[in-house]
């Protein structure tokens, strides 16, 4: 698995609550990234960092922030949940070609 | 910024038969062009990869082919199998520039290959 762990694994929520979901990685890749998975859309980038506190927007970053403190913990927040982010949330880490995964969170927002 | 097309989006072969998925990009600069499958329930892996300066790259039953004039990109896979069944996707990224956040893959909507026994 890479040393990606990702946490909680399921949540379920209501409309308007915060969620921050985790990223940990324990191989000290440089890059995080996280993305979420939908039918029919594949792998839509959220947000990445490129190191400890430097951390851009993907194409689908609207509605989430990140917050990286540390080399081996990437967070991702909803500040306030929506039905359209119910999805699976997958993060991933890597040093510059292949990214390795996380297990995925699964997030319905109800 | 990069696009990139998949297709088909489904395909469904006989165990044996070929599987071949094809991609396209958008941006000429893109250089790197790696393929992740994704099992039911599972993370996607990275099973193949090929960089702008190399038009073929074979491992066992997969192959990948780049075409950099036509910005399209391929994989082969041979005497599927039926563990070959899964989601497969390409992507696209520029490696190797000096400023942050150059690692940023864009990822294709995926084929959903089934293998029948």
């Known amino acids: 698995d890479a040393g990606i762990t990702q946490s909680p694994r399921h949540k379920v929520t209501e409309t308007g609550t915060p969620v921050t979901l985790r990223c940990h990685q324990t191989e000290n890749h440089r890059y995080m990234y996280w993305y979420r998975q939908d039918p029919g859309h594949g792998l839509r980038l959220i947000h990445y960092?490129?190191?400890?506190?430097?951390?851009d927007k993907g194409e689908v970053s609207d509605g989430y922030s990140v917050s990286r403190s540390k080399t081996e913990d990437f967070l991702l927040t909803l500040e306030s949940a929506t039905s359209s982010q119910t999805s699976v949330y997958f993060c991933?880490?890597?040093?510059?070609?292949?990214?390795?995964f996380g297990p995925g969170t699964r997030l319905t927002v109800t | 910024g990069e696009n990139v097309e998949q297709h088909p989006s489904t395909l469904s072969v006989q165990e044996g038969d070929s599987a071949v998925i094809k991609c396209t990009y958008s941006d000429s600069a893109s250089n790197y062009f790696p393929w992740y499958k994704q099992e039911l329930g599972k993370r996607p892996q990275l099973i193949i990869d090929?960089?702008?300066?190399?038009g073929e790259k074979k491992d066992q039953r997969i192959a990948v082919t780049l075409n950099k004039t036509a910005k399209h990109f391929s994989l082969h896979i041979t005497e599927t199998q039926p563990e070959d069944s899964a989601v497969y996707f390409c992507a696209a990224s520029i490696l190797g520039l000096t400023q942050g956040g150059s690692e940023k893959l864009v990822f294709g909507k995926g084929t959903k290959l089934t293998v029948n026994p």
């Open positions: 991933a880490a890597g040093g510059g070609t292949e990214q390795y």
């Open positions: 960092s490129y190191g400890v506190k430097d951390t």
């Open positions: 090929i960089r702008s300066n190399v």
